[in-house]
């Protein structure tokens, strides 16, 4: 005979499980059950409230079922007939009404964080503006107020407001910093075509230092799972010295034939100090980057295949892109260039870096 | 004897007779047999998702594959294996449950089934013509737009599903106007069974939410195939625009899988308390209500795409609200279980199983509503979490429910129980290894749709027990086909009524029912008919005609033929090649003309032909 009380029995234990995983749960930098900003925190308290009434739901609910399947199961021999009840409008009436007042509960603070969280900061004196715009499979994050362009990692100092304006380049994706802030799509077809209408904006902010994992969480081809980006945050003093490290120029290699190689293989397409084109990933400090490409990790204890130092990661993107990131629109380099091209540009672009954390 | 000229009996065999028939009995078969194969297709992609991301960095399938297999998974399972296994049930019991002896329509219900079939059969092609579509299931623009998705797949997607849609669209209108006309005698809407209820407002979903889908694929083919730009942001198109098509036409469609699946339920749950159903009216109400609050809320898919704060608000709201009209459906099921007698057969442990699942999904869904906190979740594993709890915990749960319910019906053998539990527990603990773990894997950073993580995230051990789980479901399955290989060959026969417990018209009638259902209409004296009499000491439904010559429709292969068409023409299109569409086309055409020009009265079963298959109990 089957044990009938197996389906509330196994399920009950596994939502007490759930607040005690939600205590503590995830990586610090990427979960959104850790929240690192007053954005995500206001997000994760409101988690919070509807998990809880939720489980209260679910609770009753089980509760009930439980009960319901253990004392009027049919014994063995019982043939009589149960009274037909039509219903019970007293009860009918509770179980319309309990759950319209959870519902209000939930809606307040709901509409509340609404308006709160869709505040426009990009007219604030205060806060750092950032254009950001999202392409298959990179991040391009633009300064409007320093004419700074980076990719991949967002330098902001901590504890200000950062008013980001998102767009996409191609076809859509969503800027996703789950421990600071939630998402939102960047679309096609901004500033140029249609005005700013499809423009989106949001706001975050981190007050302690550190570096948040960003994802993309829109499909956008083959390497969506791939388009990683960092958000780095570092006190006011280290911003500064960041935005002048960012103006100040930067030497092509002095080895002559790597030079050439540079100019007329990268720059076409890349920029370097103030050379090269615009339209790819800024590569003027792509040594301090702590990814090549997003997504290969760069650190001298290299425990699985996606980790390597900065150089060997350099060159296993330079010689295949597409071997890292399918779809990536670079072209592989490892037919174009010599062995010893391909080191020497990884070279010099693994000690392309800036100094400026104080 | 009015039509004494027209009885000619038409009677074709063996593969001639599936081909050309316009019963709905047997349609339902069909559809069950081809969302059945859909269904495997489905699962089989799902077990290869869930393989590719067993382990961090994972190669078992390329990202574009993956691609691939995520888009088809999620198309397939909704349009080819959902709603026609939902159609099956519609097929085999709503006449029963109405009293009526076919669909109104039995020739478009045969065109709906072979349109959906060769619709499904024309994107499934893609696989093997240079790859499927791989924009997702919701096939957002620019993605799906011929500037980033060069080969063919999305065609496929745009052209296979405008097909099979023509099949959703035909069968809704065909079950709305059935309903509303063809019920017996004593039948009024607010004696109608549960399960026809529910099928009457999941038609009328059917008839208001499809033709958007196809006004969107419409205008994404001709983006594709004639340069057209709705979507193409370069000249003015927008992108947004093809999200509110495919959500105005894509939230509705969530409720059109799971009313239906509520209705099995109620059917279910009632049948096995031995118990009427509690509150029924309310659940009438709470039943349209959803149907009609379903096209209120689509803008919740689209929180993050930048609405502003007064949509995202106004739709929070909305979407919380449907909470109300499903909680009253839940403490209705339960109540009904109240100071009932439950007997635990497969049927009823999956319609068990379903209440405290589908609540399981459902508060995850008024979680989602709330616009702020849906910043965080939205396109991640927790969304993922959240409508596999709804469709696969709800409506699954609620077709394997209904399948195992009305089987003795449909095929005239009971399923064995041994197996049915079985199935249950292995696929019921399945499920929830798989998907229960989503949450978490959603709420700590992992989005939906990568075909691959890095190491080191915290992702690794929950991944591996969703795969494990997926595999768990997959064996749950494959003790369903043996159970189904069992019981034809050795299955026990079973009765008019097997459950004993019958409350509703399709149990008066022999198991499988004769091809013209009622020997004589029934004349409907209350809500549960057959319960009633049985109450009232009656063994039979009391007859609301004599015994008299039965009109049935002729069987034709024109549909097929009409769908075979609109493939031939569908591929045609898709690769520039006109004359191919346009000799699709003309088939079609030719086949609209026969039916039009063709006098066919159909012919008469006489009353000698009856035997002894009448209605009893």
Redesign the interface.
């Known amino acids: 005979m089957?044990n009938?009380w197996?389906?509330?029995k196994?399920?009950l234990p596994?939502f007490a499980g759930i607040m005690l995983?939600l205590s503590a749960?995830?990586?610090a930098d990427?979960?959104?059950?850790n929240p690192q900003g007053p954005v995500?925190e206001?997000?994760?308290g409101?988690?919070k409230l509807?998990?809880s009434?939720?489980i209260f739901?679910?609770i009753v609910?089980?509760a009930?079922?439980l009960y319901?399947?253990v004392r009027?199961?049919?014994r063995p021999g019982?043939n009589?007939?149960?009274?037909?009840?039509?219903?019970?409008h007293k009860?009918?009436i509770i179980?319309?009404v309990i759950?319209?007042i959870l519902?209000v509960i939930?809606?307040v603070p709901?509409?509340n964080?609404?308006?709160?969280?869709?505040k426009d900061y990009s007219k604030d004196k205060d806060a750092i503006k950032v254009e950001v715009t999202s392409h298959?499979f990179w991040w391009e994050f633009y300064y409007p107020e320093y004419d700074i362009r980076t990719a991949q990692e967002l330098v902001i100092p901590t504890g200000k407001k950062i008013a980001i304006s998102a767009k996409s380049g191609?076809?859509?994706h969503?800027f996703?910093i789950?421990?600071l802030?939630?998402?939102?799509?960047t679309?096609?077809?901004a500033a140029d075509?249609?005005g700013t209408a499809?423009?989106?904006?949001m706001y975050f902010e981190a007050p302690k230092a550190g570096v948040y994992?960003g994802?993309?969480?829109?499909?956008?081809?083959?390497?969506?799972?791939?388009m990683?980006f960092k958000v780095k945050a570092v006190d006011e003093a280290s911003f500064e010295n960041w935005k002048t490290a960012q103006k100040a120029p930067v030497a092509l290699p002095s080895d002559p034939a790597i030079k050439d190689a540079i100019v007329s293989n990268c720059l076409s397409c890349h920029a370097i100090g103030d050379q090269g084109g615009l339209s790819f990933p800024n590569l003027s400090d792509i040594g301090s980057r702590s990814t090549v490409g997003g997504?290969l990790?760069n650190t001298n204890d290299a425990?699985?295949?996606?980790e390597g130092t900065t150089e060997e990661n350099l060159k296993r993107w330079i010689e295949d892109p597409n071997a890292v990131k399918?779809?990536a629109l670079m072209p592989a380099f490892k037919d174009e260039l010599s062995e010893q091209e391909i080191d020497g540009i990884a070279k010099y672009l693994a000690g392309l870096k800036i100094d400026y954390e104080k | 004897m009015a039509h004494a000229h027209a009885h000619t009996v038409k009677r074709r065999t063996g593969l001639m007779d599936w081909l050309t028939t316009v019963d709905h009995k047997k349609i339902g078969i069909l559809y069950l047999l081809a969302g059945g194969l859909f269904f495997l297709v489905g699962g089989l992609e799902a077990i290869m998702i869930r393989i590719q991301l067993w382990k961090?960095?994972n190669d078992f399938v390329?990202?574009?594959t993956y691609?691939e297999l995520l888009t088809m998974h999620g198309t397939t399972m909704i349009f080819l294996a959902a709603m026609p296994m939902l159609f099956a049930l519609m097929n085999a019991v709503i006449p029963l449950q109405i009293g009526a002896r076919d669909v109104a329509f039995p020739f478009l219900n045969s065109l709906g089934f072979w349109t959906f079939f060769f619709g499904g059969v024309l994107l499934n092609v893609s696989w093997f013509t240079g790859g499927a579509p791989d924009?997702?299931w919701t096939s957002?623009?620019?993605?799906a737009s011929p500037a980033?998705n060069t080969d063919y797949g999305v065609d496929y997607y745009v052209i296979g599903l405008q097909i099979a849609g023509i099949g959703t669209l035909i069968g809704g209108i065909n079950f709305l106007v059935t309903i509303i006309n063809m019920r017996a005698p004593g039948m009024t809407f607010m004696r109608m069974p549960m399960f026809t209820w529910a099928i009457f407002v999941t038609s009328a979903l059917i008839l208001f939410a499809f033709p958007a889908l196809t006004v969107g694929l419409v205008a994404l083919m001709f983006d594709r195939l004639f340069e057209a730009n709705f979507f193409n942001?370069?000249n003015?198109g927008?992108?947004?625009l093809w999200e509110h098509i495919f959500w105005i036409f894509g939230h509705p469609e969530v409720y059109i899988l799971i009313l239906p699946a509520f209705g099995v339920i109620s059917e279910v749950i009632s049948t096995f308390?031995?118990?009427?159903l509690?509150?029924?009216?309310?659940m009438v109400f709470a039943t349209v209500l959803i149907g009609f609050l379903g096209f209120m809320v689509w803008a919740h898919h689209m929180f993050?795409?930048?609405l502003?704060?007064v949509a995202?608000?106004l739709f929070?709201?909305a979407t919380?609200?449907i909470?109300?009209p499903t909680?009253?459906k839940?403490?209705?099921w339960?109540?009904t279980?109240?100071?009932?007698?439950?007997?635990?057969t497969s049927a009823n442990?999956f319609a068990?199983?379903f209440?405290?699942t589908f609540?399981?999904g459902g508060?995850?869904g008024?979680?989602l509503?709330?616009?702020?906190?849906?910043?965080?979740y939205?396109?991640?594993y927790f969304v993922v979490a959240h409508f596999h709890y709804v469709i696969v915990g709800g409506l699954i749960l609620g077709i394997f429910s209904g399948l195992h319910y009305w089987w003795p019906k449909m095929f005239g053998k009971m399923l064995n129980e041994f197996l049915g539990?079985l199935t249950f527990?292995t696929f019921f603990?399945g499920f929830?290894m798989t998907f229960?773990i989503q949450h978490?894997l959603g709420?700590?950073?992992m989005?939906?749709?990568?075909?691959?993580?890095?190491?080191?995230?915290?992702f690794n051990e929950m991944n591996l027990i969703s795969t494990i789980g997926a595999f768990l479901m997959g064996l749950g399955t494959i003790f369903f086909i043996i159970n189904i290989i069992v019981t034809a060959v050795s299955g026990q026969k079973a009765s008019n009524d097997p459950w004993e417990d019958g409350r509703t018209l399709e149990w008066t009638i022999p198991s499988p029912a004769p091809e013209y259902n009622f020997k004589q209409t029934p004349l409907v004296r209350g809500y549960d008919a057959f319960w009633k009499e049985k109450?009232d000491g009656n063994k039979e439904m009391t007859p609301a005609e004599p015994i008299g010559p039965i009109h049935m429709p002729s069987p034709s292969i024109l549909p097929l033929f009409m769908a075979i068409g609109l493939f031939i023409a569908g591929l045609g299109f898709m690769y520039h090649k006109y004359y191919i569409g346009g000799a699709g086309l003309a088939i079609l055409f030719l086949c609209m003309l026969i039916r039009s020009l063709k006098d066919d009265h159909g012919f008469h079963i006489e009353p000698e032909e009856l035997q002894d298959k009448g209605v009893k109990a």
């Not at chain 1, 499809?198 to 904006?201: C, P, S």
């Not at chain 1, 425990?303 to 996606?306: D, G, R």
């Not at chain 2, 509690?278 to 309310?282: A, I, L, P, Q, V």
Request: charged share 15%.
């Open positions: 089957m009938r197996n389906v509330g196994r399920l596994l995983l749960c995830g990586r990427l979960s959104t059950l995500a206001e997000q994760y409101l988690m509807a998990i009434i939720m739901v679910v609910v089980f009930i079922s319901v399947i009027f199961r049919r019982d009589k007939i149960p009274v037909q009840v039509e219903g019970n009860l009918e179980w319309t759950p319209l519902l939930l809606a709901t509409v964080s609404v308006f709160g969280l869709a298959q191609d076809v859509m969503a996703w789950p421990s802030a939630g998402k939102i799509d679309n096609p077809g075509a249609n499809n423009t989106n904006k994992l994802k993309c969480a829109e499909l956008c081809g083959p390497s969506h799972a791939l990683d997504i990790v425990k699985y295949k996606n399918p779809g | 961090p960095l390329s990202a574009d691609n924009a997702g957002y623009v620019p993605l980033y942001v370069a003015g927008n992108t947004v308390s031995r118990k009427r509690f509150g029924y009216s309310s993050t795409a930048g502003g704060p995202n608000a929070s709201i919380m609200l909470a109300v909680g009253i839940i403490f209705n339960l109540f279980m109240w100071g009932g007698s439950i007997k635990f442990l068990v199983g209440v405290p609540v399981m508060v995850t008024v979680m509503a709330a616009a702020p906190a849906d910043f965080q939205h396109d991640s539990k527990w603990i929830h229960l978490f709420l700590m950073g989005p939906r749709r990568i075909y691959t993580y890095l190491d080191g995230l915290g109450m």
